[in-house]
C-alpha cells in the first residue's frame, strides 16, 4: 500500500500540528535511526544519546503533562502520528526502549508527590533520564493482581525483596516505577514505589537474548533488602493496582499502533518485491495468487489502523475504551501475525535471511500480541465488559 493511501485516514484524524510532529519524527528516524539500525539490532542496543536527541525534538514529551513540558494528554493522535513515524525505523525494540518513559512515567506524574514530579518528570521528558516500568516477575506474568515481590514499611523507608523480569530499558533506565506488595494478597495489596538506580540492594542482570526486539535492553531486576523511602511511593499504599490498570489502556493502544505498523511495512516490503521478482518469465506482482494475497493483506492493515483510530477518537473525547481498546489490540495483533507470515512466504528464502526487514518484523511482531496484556487477556477482559 502506497503511503499516500495509507495517509487517506489523516482527513478524520489529523490536523497541522499532527503532520509537523509526523515530519519531525520521519527525519529523525531517516536520518539518525535507520542508517544504522541494523548494526544496533545486532548490538542488542543503540546509544543513549538518542534519548537526549529525541528529548531535544520534542519526541518524548507527547502525552505527558504541560506542567513539566509535556504536550498534556488530550491529544492522542498526536502521540498516535509519531508513534507511526517511529514504527518506521523497521525496528520494535527501537520503538520499546525509546519509548519505556510512555509506560515507566505516567504513575510519577498522576501518583507522585511534587517533590518526586519536580525533580524526576523533566529531567525524563528531556531525555536526560530513563524511566521503565517494572510490573513481571518470574513467577507469573499477566497475573498483576498476585505479584510476590515485596515492601515492608520500616520506619521512613519501605524494604523491599523479590525481583521482575522482562523489563524494557532493564539494563540502563534510571528511575523504575515498581510494583510492589505492601498488603494483603490479591489486587488490594498492590503498590508502587520508584525505585532508582544506584539503591542499595537493588541490581540489574545482563541483557536477556530474546527472538526479537534485539535493538531494546531487556533485562531482569533484583532487590535484596533494597531500602527505598517512603516519600517514592506512588499512591495512597493498597491502590496500586488501579495505577496499573489506568496505565494499561494507552500502553495497549501503543502495542495496536505497533502491530498495525509492522504489518504496514511488511506489506510495502512485498510491494516493491513483487515487482522486481520475476518468475515464470513474469514478475511476481503478475501471479494472481500474489494479488490476491497482497489484497487481503492490504485490507487487513487497513481495517485493523481504522479500529485503532476509532478507539484513539474515544480515548480523546474522554470516553471509556477498555473494551475497544482490547478489542483493537487483538485484532492488529492477528493482523500482524498473519501479514508478517506472508510476507516471509512471498519473499520465500530471502525472507528467511536476517539481511530483510521482514525477517525483522516477523519475529519482532511474536511479542505484541503477550506484552502488555496476552491476547487471552484482552479476551476476558472483553467478555467481562460484555457480562459474561
Not at 256 to 273: F, N, P, R, S, W
Amino acid at each position: 500500500m502506497s503511503e499516500t493511501t495509507v495517509a487517506t485516514g489523516f482527513v478524520d484524524y489529523f490536523n497541522e500540528t499532527h503532520q509537523m510532529a509526523r515530519q519531525t519524527a520521519r527525519r529523525f528516524i531517516e536520518q539518525e535511526v535507520k542508517p544504522h539500525i541494523d548494526e544496533w539490532e545486532e548490538a542488542g542496543t543503540f546509544p543513549r544519546e538518542l534519548y537526549q536527541r529525541a528529548g531535544d525534538l520534542g519526541l518524548l514529551s507527547i502525552g505527558h503533562p504541560t506542567a513539566f513540558g509535556g504536550t498534556g494528554e488530550a491529544d492522542v493522535f498526536l502521540k498516535v502520528a509519531v508513534s507511526e513515524e517511529l514504527m518506521r525505523s523497521g525496528s520494535g525494540g527501537f520503538v520499546a526502549s525509546i519509548g519505556s518513559l510512555d509506560i515507566g512515567l505516567p504513575p510519577v506524574w498522576r501518583m507522585g508527590s511534587d517533590a518526586l514530579k519536580d525533580r524526576v518528570v523533566p529531567q525524563v521528558l528531556s531525555g536526560e533520564k530513563i524511566a521503565a516500568l517494572a510490573i513481571t516477575e518470574p513467577s507469573g506474568g499477566s497475573d498483576v493482581a498476585n505479584l510476590k515481590t515485596r515492601a515492608v514499611r520500616d520506619g521512613d523507608h519501605y524494604v523491599v525483596n523479590g525481583s521482575k523480569t522482562f523489563i524494557t530499558s532493564g539494563t540502563r533506565a534510571d528511575y523504575y516505577t515498581v510494583a510492589v506488595r505492601t498488603g494483603e494478597p490479591g489486587f488490594a495489596g498492590v503498590s508502587l514505589l520508584l525505585i532508582e538506580r544506584g539503591t542499595p540492594g537493588f541490581t540489574q542482570g545482563k541483557p536477556l537474548k530474546k527472538m526479537g526486539w534485539w535493538a531494546s535492553d531487556t533485562a531482569e531486576l533484583f532487590f535484596e533488602d533494597c531500602r527505598v523511602p517512603v516519600g517514592n511511593l506512588l499512591g495512597p499504599e493498597n491502590s496500586g493496582f488501579f495505577t496499573i490498570m489506568a496505565n494499561f489502556q494507552a500502553e495497549r493502544l501503543s502495542l495496536a499502533i505497533m502491530a498495525y505498523m509492522t504489518a504496514q511495512l511488511a506489506l510495502e516490503q512485498c510491494l516493491a518485491y513483487v515487482k522486481e521478482r520475476t518468475t515464470f518469465g513474469k514478475p511476481l506482482s503478475k501471479h494472481q495468487v500474489i494479488r490476491h494475497k497482497l489484497a487481503e493483506m492490504a485490507t487487513k492493515v487497513d481495517v485493523a489502523r481504522e479500529y485503532a483510530y476509532r478507539c484513539a477518537a474515544r480515548m480523546a473525547a474522554g470516553k471509556q475504551a477498555i473494551t475497544e481498546v482490547s478489542m483493537a489490540k487483538n485484532f492488529a495483533t492477528t493482523v500482524a501475525d498473519e501479514v508478517t507470515h506472508e510476507a516471509v512466504q512471498i519473499f520465500g528464502g530471502m525472507g528467511f535471511m536476517r539481511e530483510s526487514l521482514v525477517e525483522r518484523l516477523y519475529r519482532d511482531n511474536r511479542i505484541l500480541s503477550i506484552g502488555g496484556g496476552t491476547h487471552e487477556i484482552m479476551n476476558e477482559i472483553i467478555a467481562k465488559q460484555m457480562n459474561l
